[in-house]
């Protein structure tokens, strides 16, 4: 019965015809603690970030939120789904909180997950660098959409291509003669 499910899940899914027996067909259910990935589409938000989607009876619905929704209940009006896990894929309820933009802003953060954590010579170094995104995402402890921002100077726009020079203490101290 697995492959007719299976087959029988893509078809449907091909043909336009999702329902909820469909959206759990396309989350890779794991352990209660592990991360449940979103094996379906996905959508590249503004920002960068990649989310599940999936239309049922003509509603578009990140996959995240519509887990939480089935599993948990409905989301205040204004509100977000947070990942504990930081993997925005990841559909397990158990790893989903209700919350606002701003604590969401507070879990990257703290998490040191914010581009905002590297030093000007970091991001200068960043810049100048042909790495790989992903090998510096990993370098530096930071999205590979952080890297790719600050790249493409759409995120730490101040900090200038070059360091400011600093004067030495002699060039204090010169008195004029």
Known sequence: MGNRWVNRTKASLKRGRKTIADFWA???????????????ARATRKCGYVNG????????????????????????????????CDFALCCNPAHLRVGTP??????????????????????REIR???TRLVSLANKYGVSITAV?????RKRR????DHPTPTPTNSEMTREDD
Do not use: F, M
């Open 53 to 84: 989607k999936i239309t049922i009876d003509g509603t578009e619905h990140q996959a995240h939120r519509l887990a939480y929704q089935l599993c948990v209940g409905e989301i205040p009006e204004g509100r977000i789904i947070r990942h504990t």
């Open 128 to 130: 100048a660098s042909d």
């Open 26 to 40: 396309l989350v890779d259910k794991r352990g209660d603690d592990e991360c449940w990935p979103w094996e379906g």
């Open 102 to 123: 701003q604590d969401n802003v507070r879990d990257r953060v703290r998490r040191g997950r914010s581009w905002h954590k590297l030093t000007d010579d970091q991001v």
């Open 157 to 160: 726009q101040s900090v200038p």
């Open 148 to 152: 790719s921002l600050i790249r493409n």
